[in-house]
Nanobody, 115 residues
Framework: QVQLVESGGGLVQPGGSLRLSCAASGFTFSSYAMSWYRQAPGNERELVASISWISATNYADSVKGRFTISRDNAKNTVYLQMNSLKPEDTAVYYC?????????WGKGTLVTVSS
């Protein structure tokens, strides 16, 4: 069965960096697009970045130039490198897989940006 497991969240000061990972299993990872979403308290879940099966990328305007999404098909893992973090980046970060008409989500990893 499809499983997505996020890791790498934590507490970081403004201006700092984190790298999130999403380990995937249960499907042919290299053939599918993957995305990172985030949800802050009281807000709707929003798209942060996506990467196609051929590694074409797309970013929300709020993170362009600061975040980088990448994938390692040998490790079945998608990454989100987050630099120049701001307090407004505080959220639970989720990876998502659209697969056969369904959306699969991980349980998320909490990122807190605070001094």
């Amino acid at each position: 069965q499809v499983q997505l497991v996020e890791s790498g969240g934590g507490l970081v000061q403004p201006g700092g960096s984190l790298r999130l990972s999403c380990a995937a299993s249960g499907f042919t990872f290299s053939s599918y697009a993957m995305s990172w979403y985030r949800q802050a308290p009281g807000n709707e879940r929003e798209l942060v970045a996506s990467i196609s099966w051929i590694s074409a990328t797309n970013y929300a305007d709020s993170v362009k130039g600061r975040f980088t999404i990448s994938r390692d098909n040998a490790k079945n893992t998608v990454y989100l490198q987050m630099n120049s973090l701001k307090p407004e980046d505080t959220a639970v970060y989720y990876c998502k897989l659209p697969y056969y008409g369904m959306n699969y989500w991980g349980k998320g990893t909490l990122v807190t940006v605070s001094s």
